[in-house]
Structure formats: structure tokens, C-alpha cells
């Protein structure tokens, strides 16, 4: 019997699909550079299914891709030998709110977007925010331990998550934590299904936390000439003024967002670096903000800097940040997203310069989430260079800036995870001790390694 058939006797016939066009939409996400070669995609409407699904390919050792929204860029939910994808876009239900508690339940596939809507017109507020908020699914944010624009603020998508369910590789389905706020009751499984990218269990349903609304946000864009004034400007405001988000381009991301057209800066004065900053901007802090402002014109850490002065003008603002990746995807950027403690940001960005630019004359467009020390490092490919040439000298980029991280104390994956394409890399940030009993976990909760299987590990 193969695969298509053992399916269609658990599920109906329109959950199960082995059409090419689905295979290859299925089987990748916005990793480019893997081939799809997935054996087939699935449809769960329910948890039960999930775990009949599960149950079914342990007894007849089929592999599984869990699979959200496929925004990722670590290749996390490619499909490449032959897997079964188990996609749990038809999970998609916003299911009870709870205001006292200030949770929300959904099921898996949920879309960040819908959620945030959702919980905004009823006044409350999930703060997890990232600019693939409109196609991203909830469990794959689980999934990967999303985390995005508001990080210094509010924390990881670690720091929301009330409750789960989920069906382990074993087939069991866990209920863990139930939405409690206190639960000092031993080893909370919670934060080892959150960010393990599917390869322990295939998340189901989430309990979110809320909280409540930030009021009368504010966009600054600043202009600096030097890289060590980034952080200069980021500790005067940060010890003054309750941020809400602190970003960092360059002109060469902003040269690419310009180009594609929807937006422009309107900072006259041209800068190799801008900030972006975000607060809100009540009870003082917007005063609090200009003062901080005037410090840093004083002091000549900034050339230039607009506020945002309507709706449309926070947009835009936000724009000029949030387009980069689209804008900078004509010249096939090889992505990287790596950390290192703040304070070791200027370090790590100069050391990055003499390997990049001055070793392979590549042009490079970093951007991120600075205040976090989160950076996304861009390697943009040269027109006259081949796919594969531009390939193989990102990977020789990669083993002197990885070894470079290491040395700094940071990480290979920030926020995109490891997936397939950070896997040989994971010893830069793990030590042998701790991979090894990651991968004793991995064979707890999935014992004949169906879950992801190749992905992380
Ligand atoms: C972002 O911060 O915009 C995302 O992580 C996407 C990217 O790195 O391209
Ligand atoms: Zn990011």
C-alpha cells in the first residue's frame, strides 16, 4: 500500500493531496535553497487527527515534516527525502479568550496576524511581532521560539506561551501547563517543545498570555556616520526611555528598499547607519525622548532624525526597516541571523567587515534587531557570480564568522533557528555535553525519529 492509501484510510480524500504543485509549495519555505521532494501533504482538522496520523507513520516508520506558515529561513519545514508533510493550515480556529486570565486559545495554524487583530479589538495585546506576521502560523512560532521587532520589550514567544498541546513522537497527545501562571510542579515541558522546530512533537494548540495595549506609539529614524554611535545612542535612550523597539540598517538595505519603490526615507542627510526607535509615547516619555534626541545631536552620535508625525509616517517608517528582506531578495541573499551580547555588537560588526567586504568584496546589507544584539547578516550575491560559486564562498564566509562568534560568546541562530541550514554549525554555540543530551531528548519523546527528521540534530 503506499503512502497515499494508507492515508485516505484516517483522513478524507480532500486532507490528503499528492498533486506536484503541492508537494513543491509544501515542501519548502523561504529558504531558497532547497530542492522540494516531499511523498505527500496532510490536512488535520483536530488533534485526534494529528494523533492518528502520528500513530500511523510510527507503525509504518514514514517521516513527518510539521508545517506552519513556511516563513522560516533555516530551511525548518523543508520537505527533501521523500517525507510526509503534515500541514495544520486547517486548524486555523481563534478559540476562547479569557479576559481575566488575559489569555487567548488557538489552534496551531492560526495566523500571528489574525490573532493580534483578534485580541486587539477586544483590547488586549500580543506583543510577538515580526514582519512575516501576515502569513506566519502559531505553532510554527512555537516551533521556533519566535522572536522579531518588540524583543526588548516584551521577551521571546517563549515568554507567552500559557499552555500547549501537543502530539509527541510517540503519539501521545500532552496537555502541559493548562494557562497557569504558577506551576511549581518539577520539569516544565513547556519550554522543551518551545523552539525544539518540530523534531519532539508537532504542536497543536497554544494558550497565548496577553497583556494590555501600548498607547500612542511613536517612530524615530536617526542618521549616525559611525558604527560605535549606534550603541552610544542605544544606552541614552534605553536608561531614559521605556523602548519598545530599537532596529538598526544601512544604506545599503535602504538603497534596496528605496529602489523597490513603495517607500523613502524622508531623512535628507545621507548616513552609512540609521536607528529606529520605538516607544510610547505617554505619561513624559515623548519629552524624555527629545531630550534625549537634543543629547545626542550635542554630542554628534547623530547627523539627522525625524518623528514620526501621523499613521502614515509611522508606517513608512517602519516600512523603510520592514521591506529589507523583500527588497534585498533580487540579489539572492545567503542569510545569516546571528547574536552577540550587545555590548559586543561594534566588535563583531568590525571584525564581520574585514572578513566580508575586504576578503570576498561581497556586498553586505546587515540589519535587525539591534537592541537585542540580534543582527541579520546578508550577504547579497554578485550578478556575474554563479549560484553555486556564490554558494561555496558563503559557506568559507560562514566557518570564519561562525568561529569569530564563537570566540564572542554569541550564537549562530538567533531567532531563525537551525533547521538544515545552521546544523553543522550548532557545536559554534553548543558544547558536546549539551548537544548530547539534546539528542537524548529527541529520542524520549521520539523514539524512531519520524519527527523533522535531519533537521536541528
Ligand atoms: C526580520 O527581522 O526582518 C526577519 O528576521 C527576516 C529576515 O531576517 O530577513
Ligand atoms: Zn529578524
Request: glycine share 8%.
Amino acid at each position: 500500500m503506499n503512502h497515499e492509501e494508507l492515508f485516505l484510510k484516517i483522513l478524507s480524500s480532500n486532507q490528503v493531496s499528492s498533486n506536484s504543485d503541492d508537494l513543491e509549495n509544501y515542501g519548502k519555505d523561504w529558504t531558497k535553497h532547497f530542492k522540494a521532494n516531499a511523498s505527500l501533504v496532510v490536512f488535520p482538522k483536530s488533534t485526534e487527527e494529528v494523533k492518528k496520523i502520528v500513530d500511523l507513520c510510527k507503525e509504518h516508520s514514514i517521516e513527518i515534516i510539521p508545517s506552519g506558515g513556511r516563513t522560516g529561513l533555516s530551511a525548518g519545514a523543508t520537505a527533501t527525502n521523500k517525507e510526509v508533510i503534515v500541514s495544520l493550515e486547517k486548524m486555523n480556529k481563534i478559540k476562547t479568550l479569557n479576559p481575566v486570565d488575559q489569555t487567548v486559545r488557538c489552534e496551531a495554524g492560526a495566523i500571528l496576524e489574525d490573532i493580534q487583530k483578534h485580541v486587539e479589538e477586544k483590547g488586549y495585546y500580543y506583543p510577538v511581532d515580526f514582519a512575516a506576521r501576515g502569513s506566519c502560523q502559531i505553532g510554527g512560532t512555537v516551533a521556533t521560539n519566535a522572536g522579531g521587532i518588540k524583543v526588548i520589550r516584551y521577551g521571546l514567544t517563549r515568554n507567552w506561551i500559557a499552555g500547549l498541546t501537543v502530539v509527541t513522537g510517540n503519539g501521545e497527545v500532552l496537555k502541559i501547563n493548562n494557562g497557569l501562571v504558577k506551576n511549581a510542579t518539577g520539569y516544565d515541558l513547556r519550554h522543551l517543545f518551545i523552539g525544539s522546530e518540530g523534531t519532539l512533537g508537532i504542536v497543536t494548540e497554544v494558550e497565548l498570555k496577553l497583556t494590555n495595549l501600548p498607547s500612542d506609539l511613536q517612530v524615530l529614524t536617526l542618521a549616525t556616520d559611525q558604527l560605535d554611535n549606534i550603541m552610544k545612542v542605544y544606552t541614552a535612550f534605553r536608561d531614559k526611555v521605556t523602548l519598545t523597539a530599537f532596529e538598526s540598517y544601512t544604506d545599503v538595505c535602504l538603497k534596496y528598499v528605496e529602489a523597490a519603490g513603495r517607500v523613502q526615507s524622508p531623512i535628507s542627510e545621507k548616513a552609512p547607519y540609521y536607528v529606529l526607535i520605538e516607544f510610547e509615547s505617554t505619561h513624559g516619555q515623548l519629552d524624555l525622548a527629545m531630550s534625549v534626541f537634543e543629547t545626542c545631536l550635542e554630542n554628534e552620535w547623530v547627523i539627522d532624525g525625524v518623528i514620526s508625525q501621523s499613521d502614515q509616517q509611522f508606517k513608512d517608517l517602519w516600512a523603510l526597516r520592514e521591506d529589507i528582506t523583500e527588497a534585498t531578495s533580487v540579489k539572492q541573499p545567503y542569510k545569516n541571523d546571528i547574536s552577540v551580547n550587545i555590548s559586543k555588537v561594534p566588535e563583531f560588526l568590525n571584525n564581520l567587515d574585514e572578513i566580508v567586504k575586504k576578503k570576498y568584496d561581497f556586498e553586505v546589507a546587515w540589519f535587525g534587531h539591534i537592541g537585542d544584539g540580534n543582527l541579520h547578516v546578508n550577504i547579497l550575491k554578485p550578478d556575474e557570480l554563479s549560484s553555486d560559486d556564490f554558494m561555496k564562498k558563503c559557506k568559507q564566509v560562514d566557518q570564519e564568522m561562525f568561529q569569530m562568534i564563537k570566540d564572542l560568546g554569541g550564537s549562530v541562530s538567533a531567532e531563525h533557528g537551525v533547521g538544515l541550514v545552521k546544523k553543522d554549525f550548532l557545536s559554534y554555540t553548543r558544547s558536546p555535553d549539551e548537544i548530547a543530551y539534546m539528542k537524548q531528548v529527541k529520542s524520549i519523546f521520539d523514539p524512531k525519529g519520524i519527527l523533522n527528521p535531519g533537521k536541528l540534530l
